[in-house]
């Protein structure tokens, strides 16, 4: 599938707060709202990418969308998520792509995300993006009903 990427503003807070809630799964409590969204977009160096279906209208739903904070030469990727209905068609892949396109040209060295150690399908995504383990982090997470799950730190070159 052709897909375009846009910056995500603050207007978009709700449209990006939908997706992501589409994307993850609700027991792991990972559900921003739109306030959540704005407030961690008015923060110095994050910024939001998101997918729409290439010729999309301009009010069609956002596909996918990755959500990251600059510190110096260096990103974390706090959020990445595709709708359910999109998965499997290189969309997470290209998000990345673009974003590491974008962050070379922001001097950005190093990207750093957590992943859960049971989610595999985003471990898959990103080793075969070239991230490679660097921590270890037990309890990291902690759902909905409070129950903690491990977390691995990923690192990855620019
Ligand atoms: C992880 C996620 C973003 C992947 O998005 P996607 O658009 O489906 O991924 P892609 O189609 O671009 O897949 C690229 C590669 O990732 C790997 N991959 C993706 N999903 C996979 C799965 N379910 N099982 C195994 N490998 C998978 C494969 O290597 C795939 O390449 P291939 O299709 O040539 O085999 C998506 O599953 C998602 O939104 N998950 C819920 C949110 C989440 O877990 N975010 C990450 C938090 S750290």
Redesign the pocket.
Known sequence: MKIEFQDIRSADAEALASLNTA???TAWG?RWSAGDVKSALSMGGVRARAAKADGSAKSDPLI?FVLARQVMDEAE?L????D?Q??????????LEDFFKDAKSRRIRRVF????EC????R??Y??LGFITVGQRPGYYRNKAGKTAPALTLERRI
């Open positions: 994307s993850f799964p990972e996918g990727i959020l990445i998520g595709v359910t999109f998965r499997r068609q290189g969309i997470g892949q290209k998000l995300l957590e992943v859960r989610n595999e399908a985003a898959a995504l080793r075969k």
